[in-house]
Each structure stands twice: as structure tokens, then as C-alpha cells.
């Protein structure tokens, strides 16, 4: 039976200190809306707009460049030490990183001969320019989810976010701040990314030395490579149509609407995505921790270890949700003036409940994934992509961008729902459990409480100041009491 609440014992748990630490790194990774506030107001809603469509397709087309074989490396990592492998991890993994960059780089060269017929396909042809920049972080980038993934079964998760979510956010944010200055161009914007990524691939090479010494290297260690190949096709196409239903609304937009316009929804869904992001804190360390319970049968010690990290994902998502809930405007206020108006209010309320949702039960989506069950989240995912753009498809030219935000979070709940679903049903885990209703309770009383204090004191930096410590102090405060915030 899964616990009442994850108890204070847990703090010493593997799942606890590897939370602790993703925890830390995302307070960094926020640097990430840090840089995109500071170009949105360098470049304006156009050039924003512009930008974040060739980063979009950049991303994507990456996706397709590594192959997987980030997931297959992790999943290889995993069987060897658990076969008391380790000193064949390095070759393992060295041969890996050398098919990821050879793919790598043969499809940066095709993005960037390809960039501008994309760009026509979206409607805006200024896209091309700055995208074939962003196609030369394309071998950089990979490459350092290779090496950064094979740290992951070791539940060291430290240099994984020294490399992710400080070096890299941090370096574009410098470079993008000088270059911009210089010139106020789009293309500088993708050059600091470009010199992020190799910084960041250097940092992730020096990490792996460190974690994979060449003095604790031995032959041998066979890797199945049906195995191997089954784990990165299959995480791989998840994390590529992922990745494409996070940013399928963006791309969609941009054939019905204008680039500024396309360049505040963009501004309103890095806010929401906040909420995503965070998600991370998890996924990197229970998805390891889950696999070795499986495969020791485990099940019980499985719905401990996911009840503990869903019930710490609710109290950080709804905290998260309940700031976007009832300080909008004031979030959208720091792109500048052209990114605030109660349309675009109104976007970032359902996108951020939507993104909630994700980040809270979507944990399922990894556990099924590295149990064996990865092809339940690649199909619901398609149909999810599919269902996405027939709304979308029907619903922007009628409604604009608050017909977008319906479509992505109507189909984003309704997938991580189904999937919350096939977890119970393949696994008997049970993602939701009577431990878990004190946090929504207590986030319904906060949340009330905050728009109390704004309907009687106003909107002003005061009451806006006041709802939130009201909403702080009774949502957290009776969990604390419970030992929720302790677990």
C-alpha cells in the first residue's frame, strides 16, 4: 500500500537528493526566461517572434539528428551497471557519442541548405537567416545530451545540471546580452546559442572524465543491441513528437497570424511552460529509480517512490500555478507593454492549467517508457499531435491565440489523463492516491484566499505583494504541518 505521506525518512532516499538537486538546477534554468525577457525587449514581438520559430525548428530537427540514442545510451548505461559493468561504460558510451555526432551533423548541413523552403512553408521567410545559424548547435547539443544522459543511472545528478541548467542558460544569456547590444539582429540571438551549446559540449566532456575515468576503463561489456536500438527509436520518436506537441500551436500560429502576434504567444507559452520545466526536477531521477525497482519486482517499493515524487510535483506545480493564476499580468508585464492585454491574460491562465496537468501526472509517461511500455506514450502522443492541429486547424482563425491555448491544453489534458490511465492498468501503479488530496485542498483554500486579498486591496504592487503571501502561508503551511514539505 502507498504511503499516507511521504515521510521524513525520505529525505535520505536516492529520489530525495536527486529531487534536491534537479530542484536547484531549475531555479537556475528559469535564467532560460531570464534571456528570452531580455531579447524580447532587445528585439521587439517581431523579431521576438522570428526567433523563437527558428529555435522551434532547430530543436525539432535535432531531435531527428541524434537518433535516441541519448535514451538507448542511458538504458545501456543502466544494464551495465546492474551486470557490475561499469568499466565498460566509457567505450559503450564514447561509440554512442560518435554515431549522435555523425547524425548530428549531417542533418545540421541539410537544415541549413533546407532552411529556407522551411521558412516559406511557415509563411515568414526571415526565419531562414537566424535558422541556419541555430543548425550549428545542432552537433553540440547533442552530443552533450549523450554524455549527460549516461550520468543518470548513477543517480549523480549534479553534473548533469552544472552542464544543462547553469552553463549552458547562463553563457547564451552573457553572449546574447553583448551580441544584441552590438547588433540588434535576430541572427545574434541564434550565435549565442550556437556558442552556448559549445561551451556547454565542452563542460559535458570534462564532466564525463571525471564520472567515467579513463584509469577505470576495461573491454568488454556486451550491450544488447536490439535493446539499445528498441530504447532510442522509441524514446527518441516520443521526445521528437514531444517536443512537436509543445511547439505544434507555435507553428500552426504562424501561418493564420502576423509574427508579433506569433511572438507574444510565444512569450505567453515560455511563461506556462515554467511549469514544465520543472517537471524535470523528477524525471531525471525517478525514471532510473523506477527501473531498477521493475526489475527487481519491486512493486511496492515502485508506488512508494512515485507517490513521493507526485505528491512533491503537486505541491511545486500548483504553487507555480496558483503565481500564474493570480499575478498574469504582472509575469507578462516583464516582456514589455506589447506582451500584456487581457486576451493574452486570458492564454496564459489555460495554458499554465494545462501545463499543470503535464507536470504533475505526466511522471507516468517516463515509467512506462523505461519499463518496457514506451509505445503506449509514442501512440497517444501521435493522436495527440493529430487531434492538436485538426483544433488548432479549427479553432485559431475563429477565436486567434485563445483558440490556440484551448486546443494545446484540451488535448494535452485529456493524453496525460489516458496515460495516467495505462500506467494503473499495465503497471497497477496508481499515480493519484488518497495521500495526495491535502495538497489540492490546501492550494483551493490559498488560492482563494490570494483572490480575496486582490478582489478587497486591488492589483497594485501592495495587494499583489499581500495575495501572494496569503496564498504562500495557507498553502504550504498546513502541508508543513503534515511533514509533506519534510517527505
Known amino acids: 500500500m502507498p504511503e499516507t505521506a511521504p515521510s521524513a525518512s525520505g529525505r535520505g532516499t536516492p529520489l530525495a537528493r536527486g529531487v534536491l538537486v534537479n530542484a536547484l538546477g531549475i531555479l537556475v534554468k528559469v535564467s532560460r526566461t531570464g534571456y528570452l525577457i531580455l531579447f524580447s525587449r532587445l528585439i521587439g514581438a517581431d523579431g521576438f ?82 535558422l541556419r545559424v541555430f543548425a550549428a548547435a545542432i552537433p553540440f547539443m547533442n552530443g552533450t545530451y549523450v554524455l549527460v544522459y549516461s550520468f543518470r543511472p548513477r543517480l549523480n545528478m549534479k553534473y548533469e545540471i552544472y552542464v544543462t541548467s547553469v ?6 544569456l552573457a553572449v546574447g546580452a553583448a551580441l544584441l547590444v552590438w547588433q540588434r539582429r535576430v541572427e545574434m540571438a541564434a550565435l549565442a546559442h550556437v556558442v552556448a551549446a559549445a561551451v556547454a559540449f565542452g563542460a559535458a566532456l570534462m564532466a564525463f572524465q571525471w564520472v567515467y575515468p579513463r584509469a577505470d576503463a576495461c573491454r568488454g561489456g ?23 506537441k509543445t511547439r505544434i500551436d507555435l507553428l500552426v500560429l504562424a501561418r493564420f497570424l502576423p509574427m508579433d502576434l ?88 489555460i495554458l499554465a492549467v494545462g501545463q499543470f496537468v503535464n507536470m504533475s501526472f505526466g511522471l507516468g509517461d517516463g515509467i512506462l517508457a523505461i519499463t518496457g511500455y514506451g509505445y503506449v506514450g509514442l501512440r497517444s502522443t501521435l493522436a495527440m499531435i493529430v487531434a492538436d492541429v485538426v483544433l488548432l486547424v479549427l479553432l485559431i482563425p ?16 485529456v493524453v496525460v489523463f489516458w496515460r495516467v490511465a495505462q500506467a494503473r492498468r499495465l503497471l497497477g501503479l496508481h499515480l493519484f492516491v488518497r495521500a495526495h488530496l491535502p495538497v489540492p485542498l490546501s492550494w483551493a483554500l490559498g488560492l482563494a484566499a490570494g483572490l480575496g486579498i486582490l478582489a478587497g486591496v486591488g492589483h497594485g504592487v501592495f495587494g499583489e505583494a499581500l495575495a501572494l503571501s496569503g496564498f504562500g502561508l495557507i498553502f504550504f503551511g ?10
Open 49 to 130: 517572434g522570428t526567433y523563437l520559430l527558428a529555435f522551434t525548428l532547430q530543436e525539432l530537427v535535432g531531435k531527428i539528428g541524434i537518433l535516441g540514442l541519448h535514451w538507448g545510451g542511458e538504458q545501456a548505461v543502466g544494464a551495465l551497471l546492474a551486470k557490475g559493468e561499469g568499466g565498460a561504460v566509457r567505450g559503450v558510451m564514447l561509440r554512442i557519442l560518435a554515431v549522435a555526432m555523425l547524425g548530428s551533423v549531417a542533418v545540421a548541413i541539410g537544415l541549413y541548405f533546407l532552411a529556407p523552403t522551411l521558412a516559406n512553408l511557415l509563411g515568414h521567410p526571415a526565419v531562414a537567416a537566424p
Open 167 to 172: 552553463i549552458e542558460p547562463v553563457t547564451v
Open 222 to 244: 556486451r550491450v544488447d543491441r536490439a535493446l539499445l536500438m528498441h530504447g532510442s527509436f522509441t524514446m527518441g520518436a516520443m521526445d521528437l513528437f514531444g517536443n512537436l
Open 262 to 349: 506569433v511572438g507574444v504567444y510565444g512569450a505567453v507559452t515560455e511563461i506556462a511552460s515554467v511549469l514544465r520545466k520543472s517537471r524535470s526536477a523528477f524525471d531525471p531521477i525517478i525514471m532510473p529509480i523506477a527501473q531498477r525497482l521493475y526489475l527487481k519486482q519491486d512493486h511496492a517499493g515502485l508506488q512508494r517512490e512515485t507517490t513521493r515524487a507526485v505528491g512533491w510535483a503537486l505541491q511545486i506545480g500548483l504553487g507555480l500555478l496558483g503565481l500564474a493564476l493570480l499575478i498574469p499580468e504582472r509575469l507578462l508585464g516583464l516582456f514589455g507593454a506589447d506582451f500584456t492585454g487581457p486576451v493574452f491574460t486570458q492564454v496564459l491562465m
Open 398 to 413: 475563429r477565436w486567434g491565440l485563445l483558440g490556440a491555448a484551448l486546443a494545446t491544453s484540451a488535448t494535452t489534458v
Open 478 to 487: 498546513p502541508l508543513h504541518a503534515r511533514g509533506w514539505l519534510r517527505g
